[in-house]
């Protein structure tokens, strides 16, 4: 006994034509019967979008980290002073004196201390300003303490 084989009955994904065929490629169209995978191409296409959303996230977010280290650049800029007038700047100069020679900088900081059961601002009679140091690496500083309006230390950190 001999089994006869026969061909199966396609139907092209593309076309739309009935064929009896074991070929892989129908014969009205060309093409495979079998269409390339709908899930590999979502998947491809997710895999594209997330690296596009990364590279736009970390462009924006470098975006946003440039612009806040040029803005505290210019900041500390403003409140530099060199080493020279620092040098320059004598024990027993009065806060004006100071203000004037470290000119056009503006203070980094100040801090007013009160005596205690001090409650009254106009009875605050020590204060130190701080100046960044020009060329210095970040967090290098400038301090003068005045006590009644008068230089009494400055130090360098």
Do not use: W
Request: contains cysteine; charged residues 20%; aromatic residues 6%.
């Amino acid at each position: 006994m001999t089994a006869q084989l026969t061909a199966p009955v396609k139907l092209c994904p593309h076309c739309s034509a009935q064929a009896q065929t074991v070929d892989k490629k129908c014969p009205h169209c060309g093409k495979k019967y079998k269409k390339g995978s709908t899930a590999l191409k979502i998947l491809l296409g997710l895999a594209v979008l997330m690296i596009v959303v990364i590279g736009g996230c970390t462009a924006l977010l470098g975006a946003g980290i440039n612009e806040a280290v040029e803005q505290l650049n210019e900041e500390q800029a403003a409140s530099a002073i060199s080493q020279e007038t620092f040098d320059a700047i004598q024990i027993g100069a009065t806060r004006a004196d100071v203000d004037a020679a470290v000119a056009p900088a503006v203070p980094q900081d100040t801090q007013e201390f009160a005596q205690e059961g001090v409650l009254d601002a106009a009875d605050v009679n020590q204060s130190c300003i701080y100046f960044n140091r020009q060329g210095g690496e970040f967090g290098d500083i400038f301090q003068f303490c005045f006590d009644n309006d008068v230089l009494t230390t400055k130090n360098s950190y």
